[in-house]
């Protein structure tokens, strides 16, 4: 009989342990992609570029003269439905880690073995199962350190080859049609803009990796940093939606080390960085939804969306050009270089004393790379309240930031066309996408600062002392 195979954020053929078990178990194989009520809650981008990555892989099945079957409902019925219509007697899937999809997987596979069936989860995702990474007293690691000394000498498992085949079933079940899902509608404007700016699918990622391995990880440590520089791998955006496995951008990476490139180890960390959100998402699951450090519930953020100073760290016009630029790189590109998150994560959370989880709403709907493990991560780690936090005292200086880090202002022209006379294109591609409601045009003022770092900085000390930190 028939076996499900259940894609979800595992959208490519390599290196991929669910679909290769299902190949080596000689069953005809059913690639199926469901668009659930967690796809219906995705933000704007995120939905949109799901939906990039979902054609990419239908097509790559296409090619091997599989199909992708997509059906709308919820996951559980959905998949009965399938097996009756098809007479399948397996569902195999990779395991994902944030509590919303654990949630809905323990369900499924419950369910799918109360009914006799079998039901399997794979690894993928990660490099390391979070059960397998322990502390040397037992428990998972909350600082990262020395959880990234205790897993670099790990043996990871070679990448596993793209199935020759993918065995196919006598009859194909009825798929739904994916122009009708949707998946950009809620970006209104600019969806072009936005998927110019992507870059989709197993091959795509596969000549990313490829390209900044041999581009740009030998200069990875100084250039990372630079968010006019084009010096990161990219590669987050394919990395969510699985379109490439993290090992093969581990041995990429340790192939690089190995050939004399030292600042491939960086990169390394950098995967190790991403392995730690999923660990602390799997051991603590409220890190997504509340305080991981409980004591900061008590802590007066601001959480009125409505305020004027949320909108205008929204629509990027705080008067901070560093914060605006790199408002505006998100709501264009669907990106925002790491720098630009930590910048306009700490205005918010201490210049602004707004509560994270505006933040974390905000780039929920508007990152193509969104996860919600290294996302929710990255905001606690910003405000203070989550793991290995930055402390309350290192309120970053977005001014001296600028400096630092984009001393010839090339990030900004990019991105702020107020006050230029010759604008460039990516700066003015902004009010192309931006919804006309805001008001916005080239030939504004650029703002004065709605609340100067100095002051914010002082406000934002004011606040933790108070609180008896
Ligand atoms: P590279 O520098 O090339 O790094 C390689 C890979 O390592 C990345 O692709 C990514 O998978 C991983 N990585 C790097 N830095 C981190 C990090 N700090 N945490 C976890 N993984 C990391 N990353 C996301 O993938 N999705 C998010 O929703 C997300 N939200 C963030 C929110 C905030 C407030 C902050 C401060 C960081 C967030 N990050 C998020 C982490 C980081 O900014 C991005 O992973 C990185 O900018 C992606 O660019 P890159 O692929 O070129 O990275």
């Known amino acids: 009989s028939p076996i499900l195979m259940w894609f979800r954020r595992d959208l490519r053929l390599g290196d991929h342990e669910a679909l290769s078990a299902a190949v080596a178990a000689g069953h005809p194989v059913i690639p199926v992609f469901i668009y659930d009520e967690l796809t219906e809650t995705l933000g704007a ?9 979902v054609s990419d892989l239908a097509k790559s099945l296409q090619e091997k003269g599989s199909r992708l079957i997509l059906r709308r409902g919820e996951a559980l019925t959905v998949l009965r439905d399938l097996i009756a219509e098809t007479g399948a007697g397996a569902v195999y899937w990779s395991r994902m880690y944030d509590p919303q999809t654990r949630e809905r997987d323990t369900k499924v596979k419950t369910a799918l073995k109360e009914d ?10 990660v490099l390391f199962e979070p059960w397998t990474v322990e502390t040397k007293t037992g428990g998972f690691y909350k600082v990262y350190t020395p959880m990234w000394k205790s897993v670099r000498d790990n043996d990871v498992p070679d990448a596993l080859p793209t199935p020759a085949t993918i065995p196919v079933p006598d009859s194909w079940p009825a798929s739904d049609d994916m122009e009708e899902w949707q998946m950009s509608a809620a970006m209104q ?6 998927a110019s700016h992507c ?10 990796l490829g390209a900044f391995i041999a581009n740009h990880v030998a200069n990875y440590v100084k250039n990372r940093d630079l968010p006019a520089v084009d010096g990161t791998s990219g590669l987050s955006e394919n990395l969510t939606y699985g379109e490439i496995s993290p090992r093969k951008c581990w041995h990429a990476g340790w192939r690089a080390l190995h ?3 030292g600042d491939a180890e960086t990169f390394l960390k950098e995967l190790v960085w991403r392995e730690f959100a999923y660990h602390l998402a799997y051991h603590t699951p409220r890190i997504t939804t509340g305080n991981w450090k409980e004591d900061w519930d008590s802590f007066p953020w601001n959480t009125d969306e409505r305020l004027a100073e949320v909108k205008a760290w929204k629509q990027g016009r705080t008067g901070i050009r560093f914060v605006d630029a790199a408002m505006r790189e998100m709501y264009v590109t669907g990106r925002m270089h790491n720098r630009g998150r930590m910048i306009v994560a700490s205005y918010l959370t201490k210049h602004l004393l707004c509560h994270w989880k505006i933040g974390l709403d905000w780039f929920a709907d508007c990152l193509i790379d969104w996860d919600p493990c290294s996302n929710a991560m990255g905001w606690q780690w910003s405000a203070g309240s989550g793991p290995d936090a930055t402390p309350y005292f290192r309120v970053f200086n977005p001014v ?6 984009d001393k010839d202002r090339a990030y900004v022209k990019k991105w702020i066309a107020e006050g230029t006379k010759t604008p ?26 709605i609340v100067p770092a100095d002051v914010g900085r002082k406000r934002a000390l004011d606040a933790y002392q108070d609180r008896g930190f």
């Open 45 to 53: 981008a995120p939905k949109m570029r799901l939906g990039l990555s």
């Open 116 to 125: 006799g069936l079998e039901a399997e989860s794979f690894t993928g995702h």
């Open 189 to 194: 404007r600019g969806a072009d803009i936005l």
């Open 199 to 208: 870059t989709v699918g197993e091959t795509a990622a596969s000549h990313r």
């Open 259 to 261: 050939d004399g490139k």
């Open 400 to 405: 001296t930031q600028l400096d630092k880090f």
């Open 424 to 449: 460039s294109a990516t700066a003015l591609s902004y009010y192309d996408m931006i919804p006309l409601s805001w008001g916005m045009t080239a030939q504004d003022r650029y703002p004065d600062p």
